[in-house]
DNA sequence: CTGAAAGCGCTTACAG
DNA sequence: CTGAAAGCGCTTACAG
């Protein structure tokens, strides 16, 4: 039952290497200060037994757990809190400091999250936080900010809350000023959108990108349906009478599932998406590639974002690294496939 | 930048009830030895301070770390190490025990895994691992169980290797013969099935189970197509002279995503899915709901198999717990969409 | 350059 | 019932 027994520590290696315990954890962290022959012995004194300092007693002297916390389940908004793809973006990007991520869970609401950080933070079971989940009114970042517990957030601070903690967020805008001018170059001028019910969520930016996209190639931008969750289903319901009765001769998506609604719903309606419909998702998510036919998209830069975010919590968490500037924003990429092309192209 | 200053030890919660270190400890741990009196002092005391017990100062002195490694990332096999709905679940059963998971990332290949395990074992970082992802000729399991490393296997081992370690499988043989019962009761009997390539991955119980199902129907179980990968495009692509050629009446496939697939070619071949031929996924995956018709398939158990993996490790690193059976099958579920009963139904 | 001392925050025996 | 002692595995000053 006791797994645990026979680990090797640091007594063991300095008995092998016939110095004091101390010499050998300095032969660890300031080589420097060792002549080069004990240095050499208490080297393959770890060598031989396959030294590791106890991540336990690492934590209990340096205060510092070398890991980071991060909720996983529904978020407040309509997608997962920290979709496959950017938790291993994240899991790569804390390894470049040798950290690692906890998972937790709890519901998506606000009050119990910040329960939960509270629970962890006062085992000091982690050195920090990255929320990837931002949204309007967030409870979460005062709250952290206010016991002074290091962490990011993915989504900027909206409800003109301030900017008094790190932040990194995709630029939906931008996004979908290159969905619209791809569209407009591909000779659509009737351009739909499907979104979300507005509810200050990200959804909102993707809606008002759209919309400024449309203004300034001088389109109208008034054919808009929202739909009250991000299913195929509920897009594919929604969206049925939109296609048959103001024709457009594209439709806007605020995500994936939502396009591959509106690419069922159209081909049930006999319309060829890609050629009398084009069609446009956002994330760039699994459902991107399995439509018939497959999704323009826009896809966010899940690595920059890892990066930034952890930047920060390692920081804060007093690791030496080049302080990251305090926000940023970066913008998504436009994968084009057949849903805005065609299939015969 | 020291975040980490003010919380609050056990010291400061004896100096506040005016007892020893001990005696707060105790009050913790061993309730009843304490006088009702002194308890509801310390009591008090820990209420008023929130004080936690420190993780890392836990974790050195009961050598336990109370984290259960995870690997995420692409496997060995065609699917994702540890799909998100599964992992919600591991932290759902790991929470029972007040246990979390690490996360960490590797290659797919044995070897290199081998070596993350190796250097986070060393360091007592968990205690202990789960496989999410075990398969044929699967090299990690005989490695830990060789370290006298804590761990329990998604998948069971293959290839006449022992039985020396815990694991969970879910009856793919049984799914398949509910999924082929559920189309011979639907009047169908030239039933194909698209697979992986064979390479003693779980997809070859799929296959197997299809085959067998179909004997003791008395049906022939001879059209079969292989893919290279799990993938909707290359499923279209295979397919489409099998649906061409021998008309199937049903065609069960080994995943959703090649489903997904075998709905593509089947709709460009202006065949009705669901009505002219029948097609049914495994997994019950994003990519189940997103194709028109949406997919019946089948649903594996992941509530079950995490408490089944989560009790092993944490059992195995000393907690008591109700030692579970040392392996375990369980049955997948059918979930009956359009792809089968038509969406006329 | 190397090692004896003290301490990180806790727990487990063991006296009193 | 309560507290003084020793220790978990390590590191950081600080003597020598």
New binding site residues.
Partial sequence: MDAQRD????????ARA?????????A???P????????ARVREAIEELD????A???A????RSRLIGIRIGHSAQRHPSAPEELLREFVRAAARYDYRFVIFGSSPTDADQIRGYGEIWR??AVDGFIISDGHARDARPRWLHDHKVPFAVFGRPRDGAGDDHPWIDVDARAGMRLVVDHLVARGRTRIAFLGWAPDAAGGDDRAAGWAEAMASHGLDADVTVRTADDSVRAADARVEALLRDSRPHAVVCASDRLAAGVVRAGSRLGLSIGDDVLVTGYDDAPAATTTIPELTTLREPFDRVADFLVDHVVHAAGIANEAPPRTRVVEPQLVVRESTIGTRA
């Fill in positions: 680990h090797t520590t640091i007594r063991a290696v300095a016939g110095v004091s315990r101390q010499t050998v954890s300095n660890v962290n300031s420097e200060r060792l002549s080069a022959g004990t240095l030294y590791r300092p106890d336990a007693a690492l209990l002297t340096s205060r085992r000091r």
